[in-house]
Each structure stands twice: as C-alpha cells, then as structure tokens.
C-alpha cells in the first residue's frame, strides 16, 4: 500500500528562518507526491507535486520539494518564513484509481511561524 | 479563480438522522471526490465519481453512504443514518482532466459534520 509519513504535527520557526517540513514515502511503484496547504477555515491548495522528471519542484509562495528515491523522502522547503506561511501542511501519495488516482495523506504538519 | 463551494459550512444533526452535504466542482471538471477528516486525523479518501457513477471508493465508504450528480452543477454525498462516529471534516474535491491522470484536485473549503 502507498503511504507518507509527516514527522512532526507542530513545527515552530522564526520569520525569516528556513522551513523544513519532513515527509516520507512508502511506494512499491513510482509515487505521484503532493504537499497541500490549508489556512484556516479554507480548502486543501496544492502547493505542489512530482509527478515525473525533474527531482527538485518548485511551487508556490517559494516552496518546493525535492524527491529522493534513495531516502524516500519528499521534505518540503522555504528558505524564509513569512508570517503569512502560518498553516497546516499536508503531504499525499497519489494512489492510481480506475479514473486516475485518490490521495492518501499524511496526519498533516501545522507550521508557527514567530516574530 | 474557479473554486470548488460547498454547503452547509457546518451541519449538526442528531445519531440516526440523514444528511446531505452539498458541492458544487469547478464548472468544466470531470471528476469528483469526497474525503473525510475525523479530528485530531489525517485527510482520508471516501469515493471518487465520473461520469456519472462510482469509480472507486474505501472501505469507509459502506451502504451508509452515497453520492449523486443531481443536475449539472451539484455533487452530493448522503449519509443514510449517521453515527457518531460519521462527525468529520467533509471535504469535496474535482478534477478536470488533460488527459494527465494526475492532473491537479482542487479541494473545497470543507463541511464540519457534527453528530450528537
């Protein structure tokens, strides 16, 4: 079965400081990766996805993710934290359907980010 | 921007009682979804629709529940009889596609489902 592991539910950063949130795969065929973010009282918003191809991906609001097969992980970045960056994070595994695929989230990760 | 709606934003209802929860998908989308999230839980998948029926869904999704495409702009999901335990985060999500099966689900901004 197609899982992600997020290590760590609360993660707390200075403004301006680097954010790392960890994700971790479990995948017996090549994985379709996500990272969606939920502000409060708002929708799921992709951030971004690896699908093929280029291992680095960039998202928005200056995001991204890089999949490494050999640990595999799918930890998502942002050089620096802007306070408007407070929200749940949430990675997903696309799992292939009859009509394309359904997600499979991890338990999500809220970052803080602190003046 | 498009974005998926869905209706009520809460819903408190009594054990055993129906509920309908209500979305409506990004106007030239093609496929639907519908996921759960209990509280304190992670985002789990309930069923996803296409043309017209069922195209997968989880072992969650029992003979409690159901989903419908009314009309031309309305997706359901039905529970028959709820449980305590069916009290959640509903959250609806559509797809078009491109031919890309992993094209991108845009989620709506969720239904709090709360059973007493």
């Known amino acids: 079965a197609q899982s992600v592991t997020q290590l760590g539910s609360h993660v707390s950063v200075s403004e301006g400081a680097l954010v790392l949130l960890r994700c971790n795969y479990s995948?017996?065929?090549?994985?379709?990766l996500f990272w969606y973010v939920q502000y409060p009282n708002q929708g799921l918003q992709l951030l971004l996805k690896y699908t093929t191809g280029a291992t680095l991906v960039k998202g928005i609001n200056g995001f991204e993710a890089e999949f490494k097969k050999s640990e595999t992980s799918f930890h998502l970045t942002k050089p620096s934290a802007h306070m408007s960056d407070a929200a749940e994070y949430f990675c997903?595994?696309?799992?292939?359907?009859?009509?394309?695929?359904?997600?499979?989230f991890g338990k999500g990760t809220s970052l803080l980010v602190t003046p | 921007e498009p974005e998926v709606t869905q209706t009520p934003s809460h819903q408190v209802t009594q054990m055993g009682q129906e509920v309908i929860l209500r979305c409506v998908p990004i106007?030239?989308?093609?496929?639907f979804y519908w996921y759960r999230q209990i509280l304190g839980q992670k985002v789990e998948f309930l069923v996803s629709f296409y043309n017209n029926e069922i195209s997968e869904k989880s072992e969650i999704f029992d003979d409690q529940f159901s989903v419908e495409r009314p009309d031309g702009s309305n997706f359901t999901l039905k529970i028959r009889s709820t449980k305590l335990e069916d009290s959640a985060m509903y959250f609806c999500?559509?797809?078009?596609?491109?031919?890309?099966?992993?094209?991108?689900?845009?989620f709506g901004p969720g239904t709090r489902l709360t059973v007493l």
């Open positions: 999500a559509s797809r078009t596609t491109s031919g890309l099966s992993t094209d991108t689900q845009y």
């Open positions: 997903a595994v696309g799992v292939q359907t009859n009509s394309g695929y359904a997600l499979n």
């Open positions: 995948s017996s065929v090549p994985p379709y």
């Open positions: 106007s030239n989308h093609l496929y």
